[in-house]
Nanobody, 116 residues
């Protein structure tokens, strides 16, 4: 079992920045990739970014150049630095972990709201 706890969401103006954090605990050794998904009202959950154990990253086109995913293996944590936020970035952001045995784990989600 892997437990994921997100933090760092909140209210931000367009053009502002936020940093999301996700702390993993439990069967850390089993994690293959970690990432962030988001779900806006009335829309399907979509992958925002993910990072592998080898630090390879992948981003959805809409956030390339604005968001950066990083991972601190020593702290069992993954981060999402979000810059130049746009109204369309408003969503609930979920931390995700995929294991070597094709299991998926999710955090409870953290809300990113647009203050405009």
């Amino acid at each position: 079992q892997v437990r994921l706890v997100e933090s760092g969401g909140g209210l931000v103006q367009a053009g502002g920045s936020l940093r999301l954090s996700c702390a993993a605990s439990g069967s850390i050794f089993s994690i293959r990739t970690m990432g962030w998904y988001r779900q806006a009202p009335g829309k399907q959950r979509e992958l925002v970014a993910h990072i592998t154990n080898g630090a390879n990253t992948n981003y959805v086109d809409s956030v390339k150049g604005r968001f950066t995913i990083s991972r601190n293996s020593a702290k069992n944590a993954v981060y999402l630095q979000m810059n130049s936020l746009k109204p369309e970035d408003k969503a609930v952001y979920f931390c995700h972990a995929a294991t070597h045995w094709a299991q998926d784990y999710w955090g409870q989600g953290t809300q990113v709201n647009d203050s405009s």
